[in-house]
């Protein structure tokens, strides 16, 4: 009798932990399709910055071909403030975008932290008694036979009150 509640039991927990790998399962999947959508964003944020590097890239070069052009006429001063002028307009929209994408990135991170910290806290919620050991299940039960309370019960075995119910629970002695 003791064998077949025993493996009754065992099956009990089995189910248990397949439907809390089912979920876990469940939970990956979905916040996978999150990050994968927060990826592509910061993807299409990157392709635009190399969109514009590329631009930028042309605009300096005919920058400076006119600089060469016009260097005959103009003094090094003039040349100095035109290079100046040239680098800020290539650099600011790049500086923006870079800042844009930290601040994505920051987002990101912070979320992905939050996830982390609330599956750790489910995981955590989720606790299998510790006396599904059949020695210890075979003690309570005796015990209970015997007319021992439930508090004198899990003082001697170590074990919570709860522990001790669920044990007759499942047995179906209480």
């Not at 005959?72 to 680098?87: A, G, L, T």
Request: no cysteine.
């Amino acid at each position: 009798m003791h064998l077949e509640n025993f493996s009754f039991n065992i099956e009990y927990v089995i189910v248990i932990l397949g439907l809390i790998i089912l979920y876990l399962l469940y939970y990956v999947f979905t916040k996978d399709a999150d990050y994968t959508k927060n990826i592509r964003s910061v993807a299409s944020v990157v392709e635009d910055l190399n969109r514009e590097l590329y631009y930028l890239k042309k605009k300096l070069d005919q920058t400076e071909g006119n600089i060469k052009n016009n260097s005959q006429r103009m003094n090094d001063e003039e040349i100095y403030q035109e290079i100046e002028r040239s680098v800020y307009d290539m650099v600011h929209p790049l500086s923006l975008a870079i800042k844009q994408l930290q601040n994505n990135i920051s987002i990101i991170e912070n979320d992905m932290q939050n996830k982390i910290l609330q599956l750790e806290s489910s995981v955590k919620q989720i606790s299998i008694p510790a006396s599904i050991h059949g020695n210890d299940d075979e003690k309570i039960i005796s015990l209970y036979q015997q007319g021992v309370a439930l508090e004198t019960i899990s003082r001697e075995l170590r074990l919570s009150k709860a522990e001790v119910e669920f044990v007759l629970k499942i047995n179906k002695i209480k």
